[in-house]
């Protein structure tokens, strides 16, 4: 029988609303900093932006397709309406931040790190987290094609009324990730889901896969 163990769930901190400045695209060049701002309906597709960080901002209705967002940091920000059929983002800091109403086609997160990260109503593609540290992550009312996880290191992840296509969790080390509240096609790395929590619906949907990967015969 199954270990049974406490599922810890994220902790997502609030964001405090607080009084904000507008701000235009031109003030965004990489490398520069930006506090207390808001940036509303601006276009950023295919700007070089590697370094640019945000702290106590909000970002709405962005074009942000083809935009260098490399070892960008976003700080107490909320970002809505996210418009990005390519994002590169690798080795980008996330912290308080949430995220909503958006779509996403391809995202390259590989190596970054997020805490306490909230995202809600998104319609996302292949969201590559590889290698990346995420702790505090919930996915709510989300459709994500891939999720790629491979090699990362996730503490308390959670899911509310979403769907993945595929999950993959090769090589990751997962800890309080709580996977009952997401609907699964496939899963890869079988080998490595050890630290999640599943409901007995998942498990015999995937019972296939189990099955293949361990080299079970079932036979009625």
Request: aromatic content about 4%; proline content about 1%.
């Amino acid at each position: 029988m199954a270990r049974k163990s406490a599922t810890h769930a994220p902790r997502i901190e609030s964001i405090r609303a607080l009084e904000l400045q507008d701000a235009n695209a031109d003030a965004l060049v990489a490398g520069s900093h930006h506090d207390l701002l808001r940036f509303a309906e601006i276009d950023i597709s295919g700007r070089d932006l590697r370094g640019l960080s945000f702290a106590e901002c909000a970002l709405s209705v962005i074009s942000a397709h083809g935009a260098d967002l490399r070892a960008s940091s976003f700080a107490d920000t909320t970002i809505e309406r996210l418009d990005a059929p390519i994002l590169s983002a690798a080795r980008s800091q996330w912290r308080d931040v949430k995220v909503s109403s958006s779509r996403v086609g391809s995202a390259e997160l590989y190596e970054a790190s997020g805490h306490s990260v909230h995202i809600s109503n998104c319609k996302l593609g292949y969201i590559n987290v590889h290698g990346a540290q995420l702790t505090d992550i919930l996915f709510s009312n989300c459709t994500i094609d891939e999720l790629d996880l491979g090699g990362a290191q996730v503490t308390r992840l959670a899911f509310e009324a979403s769907s993945v296509d595929i999950l993959d969790t090769t090589h990751a080390t997962l800890t309080h990730v709580d996977l009952r509240g997401v609907e699964l096609r496939t899963v890869t790395g079988l080998d490595h889901l050890r630290g999640t929590t599943m409901d007995t619906a998942q498990i015999t949907a995937l019972s296939n896969l189990f099955a293949d990967r361990f080299g079970i015969t079932v036979q009625d």
